[in-house]
């Protein structure tokens, strides 16, 4: 059974490295990075092409999408042309590894505007990615207190509560998560691995088959959605499930998941030939 948790928990660690270091992974789209350069300039109208440009390719970018929103509030009259550099500038900073320098940067403009939630949200991550979660839940905290309805600030701080064990404080903000936004996959995701870690499978069965509504084309959700299945002894939709993920995890030609629904297809075959020997 230890071995299923680890298996399942695997998602949920994909899911908090996307979280904490993809506003400023070193590997950063290009088109993202000339975007935060242009913005560290002022250049806000370019940096914006920019940013929707990298949206064209891919929808789902968190990070281009919160820049975009910066510049939404910049245009809004919620911050400054000062305040908007400071922030892209800290940014550049954070991209390019410089990560004392970016931090340094991101807390002046709190100096500019005390109220900016956003701000603290990605010194948040930035202490988060580097290990230092009492800092980092601290400035969750602080951009939730600015604004209870800030769902990213809300689902980091509860990405982050999970990492720690602390499962029921998870569970709170993942919930008000999907109060705030019912089409938040992520924090449905993470709500079916807590219940899965805690062997309620039939809650985490719930809360898998509503991630596939967002995404029939993911592996791992079928993956671990079979997994709940055994576990809970449904073993006709542990098997349908399991090769679902087969089928997909072949489409990806993604060889370590094939190499994890190998390891569960003999067990498939061990329940069929130990049927067959009782009958």
Sequence with gaps: MKHILVLITSTLLILLNAVFYGIFAQEADVIY????????EGK????????????????????????????????GGKITDAYARSFFTGLNFLQNGKIDEGLSELKKTIGLNPGYPKVYNVIGMVYASLGDK??????FQKAIEINP?????????????????????AL????????????FPEAVMNIAVIYASL??????????????????????VYYNLALAYFMSDQLVKFRDNLLRAQELYQRKNDTQGLEKVAAYMNKIKDIENKFKQTK
Excluded: H, M
């Design 33 to 40: 990075r000339q975007g935060i350069e242009y913005g560290a």
């Design 44 to 75: 806000f109208p370019e940096a914006a092409d920019w940013f929707k440009e990298n949206l064209k390719n891919n929808k789902s970018d968190f990070t281009s999408a919160s820049s975009l929103s910066v510049l939404d509030d910049l245009n």
């Design 134 to 139: 009492t800092k980092a839940i601290e400035y």
């Design 149 to 169: 309805q800030y769902t990213q600030a809300c689902f980091n701080l509860a990405a982050l509560y999970q990492s720690l064990g602390q499962i029921e404080d």
């Design 172 to 183: 709170k903000y993942y919930e008000k998560v999907l109060f705030l936004d019912s089409n």
């Design 199 to 220: 062997g309620k499978y039939s809650e985490a069965i719930k809360y898998y088959q509503r991630a596939i509504e967002f995404d029939r084309t993911n592996p791992q």
